[in-house]
C-alpha cells in the first residue's frame, strides 16, 4: 500500500514538473522555431556587418567587466574576509548593498552627476566649464555593470576563502613563505572554483542586462534586440539576434563547466573545519581602507546622493511628480504574485528532484534552469509570441507578466527550497504516512513547516528580483500598468532628472527592505 502510495506520488510529481519544465524552455523553442520559417533571411542576418559588431561589442562589454569586477571583488573578498581589517562587518555590509540597486538606477546616478546635464556640470559652469567628458558609450556601460557586478564575486569568494583549509597555508608560513607569496602560490589557485563560478555570473549579468546598456547608449545584444523589435513588424531579426545571444550564453556555460574539469578541493585532513589567523595589516590598513572607500562611494553613495540631489532641486522647483501611488502599488503587485507562483511552481520540481532522483528527473530539474540563462527580453520577447498567436486571451495581461518573471527567476526558488528539502530527513516523511496519514497531510503538517526557510528565501529573492526587473515589464506589462521600474526608465530616457528621484528612493527602499529580509533569514539559519 505504501509502495502503490509512492508510486503514485512520483507519477503526480513527474507529470507536474514535466509541465512547468516545458514553459520553462518556451522561449527557447520561440527562437528556434521563428529562425526556422525565417530560412535565408535569418542567415544572412547572420552575416550582416552590423550582428558582427553587436557580437564582438557585446564579448567586449562582457570580458571588460568580468576583468573589473575581479580586480574590485577579489581584494574585497579577502580583505574582508582573511585580514584584521578595521569594521570589516560593516564595510562587508556596505560593498554587498549594490545587490539590492538596479544597474539602471546606477546609470541614471552616473548621467545624472556626470552626464551633461549633470551635478557636476552645474557646479563647474560659474567656472567656466562648459562640457565634461563623454559618460555614454562603452567606457559608461561597463563603468556601471562593473559598479554593480563585482558584489556576484565577493559572494563567491568570500564562501571558499572560509572553507579552504589553513593547514597548507600554515605549512608554507612554517617554512619561510611570506604572506605575499602565500596568497599567490597557495591560496589563489585554490579558489580558482569560486572565481570561475563568481566570473560566470557576472559574464551572465553584462549579457543580460538591458537598462544600464540602453541609459548610457551602448549597443549590446540586449539594446539591439529591443531596437529590432520596436522598430520593425518583423521579429526575424530580433530572433536571430537572440538566437546568437543564447548560443554565446550556453557557451559560456559549457566552458566554465570544462574549466572546472575533474579537479577536487578537499581539505588536507580530516576533523572539523577551523578558521585561518587574520593577516595583520599593520600599514596597509590605511590602502585598504582607502580602496574599500573608494568602491562604496562609487557603488553606494554616489546613487543615493544622485537621488537627494535631484529631488531636493526637483522641490526647491515645485516639481509635481508625476508619480502615482499606483506605481508603487503596481510593483509590489506584481512583485508579490511572482514570489507567490513562482515558489509554488518550484515545489514539485524541487520534491522531484529530491525525493525520486533519476537521470529522468535531474534533466526535468535542469531544464527549469533555462529562463535564467536567458536575458529577460528574450524571455519577454519569446512570450509576447506565443500570447499574441496562441493565447490572445493572456496578451498584455498580468497574468503573462507573471508568468514571465517566473520563468525568469524560477532557479533562485528552486535553489533556495532544494537545500532546504535536503535537510530534511525523509523518514519524518515516512513516519507520519505510517501512523495512516495521507501524504498532503504529511507534507501540511511536516515538511512545509521545516522548510518555511528555504521558502522564506527563495520568495524575497524572487520578490528583490521582480521588483528590479525591466524589459519583461516594459514589453508584457498590461496597457497602463505603470511599475516603478518602467516609471524610472521612461523618465531617465528623457533626462528628466528630478521627476525619477522619487520613484529610484522608493524602488531602493523597497528593494533594501527585501534583502534585509534575505540576510535575517540567512543569520537565522
Not at 288 to 311: D, E, G, H, K, Y
Not at 360 to 375: C, F, V
Amino acid at each position: 500500500m505504501r509502495f502503490r502510495s509512492r508510486r503514485w506520488s512520483a507519477l503526480f510529481l513527474t507529470i507536474s514538473a514535466g509541465l512547468i519544465a516545458l514553459i520553462m524552455v518556451l522561449p527557447v523553442g520561440y527562437l528556434l522555431l521563428r529562425t526556422s520559417e525565417a530560412g535565408s533571411s535569418a542567415w544572412a542576418q547572420l552575416q550582416r556587418p552590423s550582428t558582427l559588431r553587436v557580437f564582438t561589442g557585446s564579448a567586449l562589454l562582457a570580458i571588460t567587466v568580468t576583468a573589473g569586477s575581479l580586480l574590485i571583488g577579489l581584494p574585497l573578498a579577502w580583505l574582508t574576509t582573511r585580514t584584521n581589517l578595521p569594521g570589516a562587518r560593516i564595510w562587508l555590509t556596505l560593498i554587498m548593498l549594490p545587490m539590492a540597486i538596479p544597474s539602471y538606477i546606477g546609470a541614471w546616478a552616473i548621467i545624472a552627476v556626470l552626464g551633461p546635464r549633470g551635478l557636476v556640470q552645474q557646479w563647474l559652469e560659474p567656472l567656466g566649464v562648459e562640457r565634461l567628458p563623454e559618460v555614454y558609450g562603452f567606457w559608461g556601460a561597463a563603468g556601471a555593470l562593473i559598479l554593480f557586478g563585482y558584489p556576484y564575486i565577493v559572494l563567491n569568494v568570500r564562501v571558499a576563502l572560509r572553507k579552504l583549509d589553513p593547514a597548507l597555508e600554515e605549512a608554507a608560513r612554517s617554512l619561510g613563505q611570506r604572506s605575499s607569496q602565500i596568497f599567490w602560490r597557495i591560496t589563489l589557485p585554490q579558489l580558482r572554483p569560486a572565481l570561475a563560478a563568481g566570473s560566470l555570473l557576472v559574464i551572465l549579468y553584462a549579457l543580460s542586462d538591458f537598462g544600464a546598456v540602453s541609459l548610457l547608449r551602448y549597443n549590446s545584444f540586449t539594446r539591439a534586440i529591443y531596437l529590432q523589435y520596436r522598430a520593425s513588424f518583423d521579429r526575424t531579426g530580433a530572433a536571430v539576434l537572440s538566437l546568437l545571444l543564447v548560443g554565446l550564453a550556453c557557451g559560456l556555460l559549457a566552458a566554465e563547466a570544462l574549466s572546472r574539469g575533474r579537479a577536487r578541493y578537499y581539505r588536507s585532513s580530516a576533523g572539523v573545519s577551523r578558521q585561518p589567523k587574520l593577516v595583520a595589516l599593520g600599514v596597509w590598513r590605511w590602502p585598504a581602507l582607502i580602496f574599500c572607500a573608494i568602491v562604496v562611494v562609487f557603488a553606494v553613495v554616489l546613487p543615493i546622493v544622485a537621488i537627494v540631489a535631484w529631488l531636493i532641486i526637483g522641490l526647491r522647483a515645485g516639481q509635481t511628480w508625476n508619480l502615482q501611488l499606483t506605481d508603487l502599488a503596481n510593483s509590489l503587485l506584481a512583485a508579490s504574485l511572482a514570489a507567490l507562483v513562482t515558489i509554488i511552481l518550484a515545489f514539485p520540481v524541487v520534491f522531484l528532484a529530491v525525493r525520486h532522483p533519476s537521470r529522468l528527473t535531474s534533466l526535468i530539474e535542469r531544464a527549469t534552469y533555462i529562463g535564467y540563462a536567458l536575458p529577460g527580453i528574450v524571455v519577454a520577447l519569446a512570450l509576447v509570441f506565443w500570447g499574441a498567436n496562441y493565447l490572445p486571451w493572456a496578451y498584455q495581461t498580468l497574468g503573462l507578466l507573471i508568468l514571465a518573471y517566473a520563468v525568469r527567476f524560477l532557479p533562485q526558488a528552486i535553489g533556495s527550497l532544494r537545500t532546504s528539502l535536503l535537510q530534511i530527513n525523509p523518514r519524518l516523511e515516512e513516519a507520519g504516512r505510517s501512523l495512516g496519514q495521507p501524504a498532503w497531510r504529511v507534507v501540511l503538517s511536516v515538511t512545509l513547516p521545516l522548510l518555511r526557510p528555504g521558502i522564506i528565501s527563495g520568495a524575497a529573492l524572487v520578490f528583490l528580483s521582480t521588483l528590479k526587473e525591466l524589459p519583461a515589464t516594459l514589453l508584457l506589462g498590461p496597457t497602463g500598468f505603470h511599475t516603478l521600474a518602467t516609471d524610472i526608465w521612461n523618465n531617465t530616457a528623457e533626462l528628466r532628472f528630478s521627476q525619477t528621484a522619487l520613484p529610484a528612493l522608493l524602488l531602493m527602499v523597497a528593494a533594501g527592505a527585501s534583502l534585509a529580509l534575505l540576510l535575517a533569514n540567512e543569520r537565522k539559519t
